[in-house]
Antibody, heavy 117, light 109 residues
């Protein structure tokens, strides 16, 4: 059974860097799948952040591209998200997910990141 | 950017009734690229339908999806108590690669 688990600090200071990791089990990060990050501000809808393929191909949401980096650690079967220069608008539940057939078929439980001093 | 508009914003129905949720795309979207998700409070979204009409693994057959041009529908044939949640449609392929509708809240009447 495929499982994803996000981890990282729950509180980040304004202008700081948000860093999260997604640990994957039940599938190999080096399989034919792509892997995504999605976020959801409290009480709001879903926003796709970006996706990664283990071979190094990455795509980002243009609205975040200047601040986002997604990377993979194949040896640890996990992938990561870094978002720089955060503001209160980046406060959200952050989810990692596996890309399925033009959809996101497995999701982590999510981790809430609050941007506050 | 393709915008997905879901309607209604809130749908109030009773268990046992039929629910029809709509998602309209601002531009043409291939049926292969349209998915539906269910999200309950405090939980991650769960994939229900992909390719506009294919049920994801483990999804009951009371859930179905259809497409007609730029209009997509999610139909729940007979509502069960556990079906009351927020539903999102999602498209793939236009920049950004994945975009979501704003959601429809299905609440108990």
């Amino acid at each position: 059974q495929v499982q994803l688990q996000e981890s990282g600090p729950g509180l980040v200071k304004p202008s700081g860097t948000l860093s999260l990791t997604c640990a994957v089990s039940g599938d190999s990060i080096s399989s034919s799948n792509w892997w995504s990050w999605v976020r959801q501000p409290p009480g709001e809808g879903l926003e796709w952040i970006g996706e990664l393929y283990h071979g190094g191909t990455i795509s980002y949401n243009p609205s975040l591209e200047s601040r986002v980096t997604i990377s993979v650690d194949k040896s640890r079967n996990h992938f990561s998200l870094k978002l720089t220069s955060v503001t209160a608008a980046d406060t959200a539940m952050y989810y990692c997910a596996r890309n399925g057939f033009f959809s996101l078929d497995y999701w982590g439980q999510g981790t809430l990141v609050t941007v506050s001093s | 950017e393709i915008v997905l508009t879901q309607s209604p914003g809130t749908l109030s129905l009773s268990p046992g009734e039929r629910a029809t949720l709509s998602c309209r795309a601002s531009q043409s979207v291939s049926s292969s690229y349209l998915a539906w998700y269910q999200q309950k409070p405090g939980q991650a979204p769960r994939l229900l339908i992909y390719g506009a009409s294919y049920r994801a693994t483990g999804i009951p057959d009371r859930f179905s999806g259809s497409a007609s041009g730029t209009d997509f529908s999610l139909i729940i044939s007979r509502l069960e108590p556990e079906d009351f949640a927020v539903y999102y449609c999602q498209q793939y392929g236009s920049s950004p690669l994945y975009t979501f509708g704003q959601g429809t809240k299905l609440e108990i009447k």
